[in-house]
């Protein structure tokens, strides 16, 4: 009975009259299958055929009905695994191309570098004094930019395992705009670029982290440098709009493809370039971005018309709460007046060659140096004369540097001797690590030589302290 009124009198009574037998698979139908009055789905193949008398009279209509439901639901399940197999399979390929092209542009961009460097070594071994002094400024360019390269591939490691820590204040974004011009300017003086600021110095504060914040400015000032031409405009702004603070770069340059715009903040991608493009990249800086942005409580948009239209990359940033001036930040240049004398310093390292030319650069700087290549010599070394400074690689053989940094604090105490870490390691559950340690700085290779500078200045200053002064590494 539950059947009436969902269109199978009217087959029935079509055959009846027409004479024709009827057939039909996978119909839905709603019936009481369980004998509860609850209607449910249920497909049905079936057949209505007439039935004739002697005379070739109709008197009825056989049916023959097969629920079929658990076989269609079967295929509707096989369809929809293997649309998501061919799905999955497709996303595999691209991922897999994407995994390729990267590969491919991480070797372009770290031999474009390397390939200079080998040249000036070759002309430093000719022994040509001006070549000499040519070449150093070369070395020195480009193995920043290796660092830089390699800093990226950490940034985003560290974002995705969700590793980054921010160091929150209340900041103008005005401070965040001047460290990001800083830092891109290089590159947009090098195209001769035209670049208009608009950002008041107060009233545009945020709480945030100033150095991720200027690497998030920065980015998008390179980006903007990268896909600008020479002479072209790149323009910051930043304004209040409502409870956040939006900052926007704009630029006239090459702009993005319609559909490139959803995909450029995902990491590896990047507008296709000429092969004799002259800036290059990993693909990583508007990921960072991202990343950075969302780790703030904000938001990225980006907007172009089109290619050669240019483009305008927004980041919104909740307003600051509160109106307090930010804390201003020890530089090192500023710390670099510091009191400097002859220390006495331990270098501890199993790569040879980093170990010689540390020495070489503090022995310039006129202290006094001990070298060892593991935890033994070093034990053994300081055990002659405990020096003011021990700078301790981490990766070292039989003992590593976490434990050689607790015998020699165990051994010596915290203020006669001052221990820096010096690694490849820079996680921040490497720099915990360290400090559970007993280290009192900790230093990731290459490391900065004006920092380095600064630590040693500040180990200098107290040892002409008196006894009892407050500490600089406190």
């Given at each position: 009975?539950?059947?009436?009124?969902?269109?199978?009198?009217?087959?029935?009574?079509?055959?009846?009259?027409?004479?024709?037998?009827?057939?039909?698979?996978?119909?839905?139908?709603?019936?009481?299958?369980?004998?509860?009055?609850?209607?449910?789905?249920?497909?049905?193949?079936?057949?209505?055929?007439?039935?004739?008398?002697?005379?070739?009279?109709?008197?009825?209509?056989?049916?023959?009905?097969?629920?079929?439901?658990?076989?269609?639901?079967?295929?509707?399940?096989?369809?929809?695994?293997?649309?998501?197999?061919?799905?999955?399979?497709?996303?595999?390929?691209?991922?897999?191309?994407?995994?390729?092209?990267?590969?491919?542009?991480?070797?372009?961009?770290?031999?474009?570098?390397?390939?200079?460097i080998l040249t000036a070594l070759e002309l430093?071994?000719?022994?040509?004094?001006?070549?000499?002094?040519?070449?150093?400024?070369?070395?020195?360019?480009?193995?920043?930019?290796?660092?830089?390269?390699?800093?990226?591939?950490?940034?985003?490691?560290?974002?995705?395992?969700?590793?980054?820590?921010?160091?929150?204040?209340?900041?103008?974004?005005?401070?965040?705009?001047?460290?990001?011009?800083?830092?891109?300017?290089?590159?947009?003086?090098?195209?001769?670029?035209?670049?208009?600021?608009?950002?008041?110095?107060?009233?545009?504060?945020?709480?945030?982290?100033?150095?991720?914040?200027?690497?998030?400015?920065?980015?998008?000032?390179?980006n903007a440098a990268k896909y600008t031409g020479?002479?072209?405009?790149?323009?910051?702004?930043?304004?209040?709009?409502?409870?956040?603070?939006?900052?926007?770069?704009?630029?006239?340059?090459?702009?993005?493809?319609?559909?490139?715009?959803?995909?450029?903040?995902?990491?590896?991608?990047?507008?296709?370039?000429?092969?004799?493009?002259?800036?290059?990249?990993?693909?990583?800086?508007?990921?960072?971005?991202?990343?950075?942005?969302?780790?703030?409580?904000?938001?990225?948009?980006?907007?172009?018309?089109?290619?050669?239209?240019?483009?305008?990359?927004?980041?919104?940033?909740?307003?600051?709460?509160?109106?307090?001036?930010?804390?201003?930040?020890?530089?090192?240049?500023?710390?670099?007046?510091?009191?400097?004398?002859?220390?006495?310093?331990?270098?501890?390292?199993?790569?040879?060659?980093?170990?010689?030319?540390?020495?070489?650069?503090?022995?310039?700087?006129?202290?006094?140096?001990?070298?060892?290549?593991?935890?033994?010599s070093a034990l053994r070394a300081v055990a002659?004369?405990?020096?003011?400074?021990?700078?301790?690689?981490?990766?070292?053989?039989?003992?590593?540097?976490?434990?050689?940094?607790?015998?020699?604090?165990?051994?010596?105490?915290?203020?006669?001797?001052?221990?820096?870490?010096?690694?490849?390691?820079?996680?921040?559950?490497?720099?915990?690590?360290?400090?559970?340690?007993?280290?009192?700085?900790?230093?990731?290779?290459?490391?900065?030589?004006?920092?380095?500078?600064?630590?040693?200045?500040?180990?200098?200053?107290?040892?002409?302290?008196?006894?009892?002064?407050?500490?600089?590494?406190?």
């Amino acid at each position: 009975m539950e059947l009436r009124g969902q269109g199978f009198d009217n087959l029935l009574h079509e055959v009846m009259r027409s004479g024709t037998p009827y057939r039909a698979r996978a119909t839905l139908a709603r019936v009481d299958k369980n004998r509860d009055g609850i209607l449910q789905d249920v497909y049905f193949d079936f057949v209505y055929s007439p039935m004739r008398e002697a005379d070739g009279r109709i008197s009825g209509t056989l049916v023959f009905a097969f629920d079929v439901s658990e076989q269609l639901s079967a295929r509707r399940a096989a369809e929809t695994a293997r649309a998501e197999a061919e799905q999955a399979k497709a996303e595999a390929e691209a991922a897999n191309r994407t995994k390729d092209e990267f590969l491919a542009m991480l070797g372009h961009e770290l031999r474009n570098p390397l390939a200079p460097i080998l040249t000036a070594l070759e002309l430093m071994s000719a022994g040509d004094p001006p070549s000499d002094e040519l070449a150093r400024a070369v070395i020195h360019r480009q193995v920043g930019h290796l660092v830089r390269l390699v800093d990226d591939l950490l940034d985003v490691s560290r974002i995705a395992q969700g590793q980054v820590a921010l160091k929150k204040q209340v900041v103008e974004l005005a401070v965040v705009v001047a460290k990001a011009i800083e830092m891109a300017s290089p590159l947009i003086e090098q195209f001769e670029q035209n670049l208009t600021v608009d950002v008041a110095s107060v009233g545009l504060a945020v709480d945030g982290d100033v150095n991720r914040l200027a690497q998030v400015v920065s980015n998008l000032l390179t980006n903007a440098a990268k896909y600008t031409g020479r002479g072209g405009a790149i323009t910051i702004r930043v304004a209040r709009e409502g409870a956040e603070v939006s900052l926007s770069v704009s630029d006239t340059g090459v702009g993005i493809a319609p559909e490139m715009l959803p995909r450029v903040f995902d990491m590896f991608v990047q507008e296709r370039q000429s092969i004799d493009r002259s800036q290059g990249g990993l693909g990583l800086g508007l990921a960072i971005v991202r990343n950075l942005v969302k780790a703030h409580g904000g938001t990225t948009s980006v907007r172009s018309e089109g290619r050669g239209c240019g483009s305008v990359f927004t980041v919104s940033l909740p307003a600051a709460r509160s109106v307090a001036s930010s804390v201003a930040e020890e530089t090192p240049s500023r710390l670099l007046s510091v009191t400097s004398e002859r220390l006495h310093i331990l270098v501890v390292d199993d790569n040879e060659d980093a170990a010689t030319m540390l020495t070489l650069y503090l022995r310039k700087q006129g202290h006094v140096i001990r070298v060892a290549h593991d935890g033994p010599s070093a034990l053994r070394a300081v055990a002659e004369l405990v020096p003011d400074v021990a700078l301790l690689d981490l990766g070292l053989p039989v003992m590593d540097g976490y434990e050689l940094a607790r015998r020699l604090r165990e051994a010596y105490g915290h203020e006669r001797l001052r221990l820096v870490a010096v690694t490849g390691y820079g996680q921040d559950k490497d720099r915990d690590q360290s400090r559970e340690a007993g280290f009192d700085l900790h230093l990731v290779k290459p490391v900065d030589r004006n920092l380095l500078k600064v630590a040693l200045g500040r180990v200098a200053a107290e040892r002409a302290q008196a006894t009892g002064a407050a500490s600089p590494w406190a």
